[in-house]
């Protein structure tokens, strides 16, 4: 399922709008997990 939503995206959005999604969500998962081990750290 989460397979087929993922190649759809890419599909309408295209390759290059699909590494910068994905860049942005890591960024956000770092940044994310980064402020989470300063709180608890």
């Known amino acids: 399922m989460m ?3 993922l ?3 890419v599909r309408i959005f295209g390759k290059q709008g699909f ?6 969500q ?3 998962f ?3 997990f980064r402020a ?5 750290g």
């Open 19 to 24: 590494v910068v999604a994905a860049f942005n």
């Open 7 to 9: 190649a759809m995206f």
């Open 26 to 28: 890591a960024d956000q």
């Open 3 to 5: 397979f087929v939503a």
């Open 30 to 32: 770092c940044r994310t």
């Open 36 to 40: 989470f081990y300063l709180v608890a």
